[in-house]
């Protein structure tokens, strides 16, 4: 037990929750934490911030324990990134999951497209992609394996986090990867890790090996890519409206 403790109690407030017999003291709910307060004059419970006194500071901190991810699996990613550039300039996603050590084997890691969609117009004659990216779940490659995260490209643009990707990774807990200038044979990276909605930078070569290639990839990933344009494009199928090929 500490030397040092709150100068008034700190209750729970679940199903069971009972108003302690104090005058003041905090309550810890589900919206916050609270002061209450119960004086000749009045009784009231606030909002807390800046925590409690008599007690010693935390802060958010991160640990993390991973080793850095294959080089192959960093290779074969910007492979499939460059791919979907090629083809239609816009931007891919991989799941990311890991097995952690067990029985004797190291951690293991793997990649898995998920059904995702490129959305763009057609105007002089090609394919303008927009900057954004819808996907879906992504099934795990064995029982044993746990998601670790996402690995997103940014087409021809740099590999740092949007406030896009912030946002949406925020609700997300895991390891989000970045890749940018794939067009180029030096693509760079960015790295975060989310924990209930802390987010942590991370240092990109902490996380990936030094690229080198890029690798093949299952083609099976590119069939889980989905175009819609807006406007028909020539020997495209559909009306116009809603158009998807792959």
């Not at 008599?54 to 699996?73: D, I, N, Q, S, W």
């Not at 930078?201 to 299952?218: G, K």
Request: with cysteine.
């Amino acid at each position: 037990m500490s030397a040092r403790e709150p100068a008034f109690p700190l209750v729970l407030k679940d199903a069971r929750f009972t108003p302690p017999a104090a005058p003041t003291y905090y309550v810890l709910a589900s919206d916050g934490l609270y002061l209450h307060r119960d004086t000749p004059l009045f009784r009231a419970s606030v909002p807390v911030a800046g925590g409690i006194p008599g007690l010693e500071p935390h802060g958010a901190r991160l640990e993390l324990r991973l080793p850095r991810l294959p080089v192959r699996l960093l290779e074969r990613a910007v492979g499939f990134f460059r791919a979907v550039y090629d083809r239609w300039g816009g931007e891919g996603i991989l799941i990311l999951f890991y097995a952690p050590p067990a029985d004797g084997r190291g951690w293991r890691f793997a990649l898995g497209a998920p059904p995702q969609m490129i959305r763009g117009r057609f105007e002089a004659g090609r394919f303008h992609a927009e900057l954004r990216l819808e996907y879906g779940a992504c099934a795990r490659p064995a029982s044993d394996f746990f998601k670790l995260g996402t690995f997103h490209s940014h087409a021809d643009a740099a590999a740092g986090h949007s406030t896009i990707d912030q946002h949406d990774e925020l609700y997300e807990a895991g390891l989000h990867l970045t890749a940018g200038a794939v067009h180029t044979d030096a693509p760079g990276f960015s790295a975060a890790f989310v924990v209930g909605q802390t987010r942590f930078a991370l240092r990109a070569d902490a996380i990936l090996p030094p690229f080198r290639t890029r690798r093949r990839f299952p083609p099976s990933w590119l069939e889980q890519v989905t175009v819609a344009c807006g406007t028909a494009a020539p020997d495209w199928t559909g009306n116009g409206h809603g158009l998807a090929a792959r």
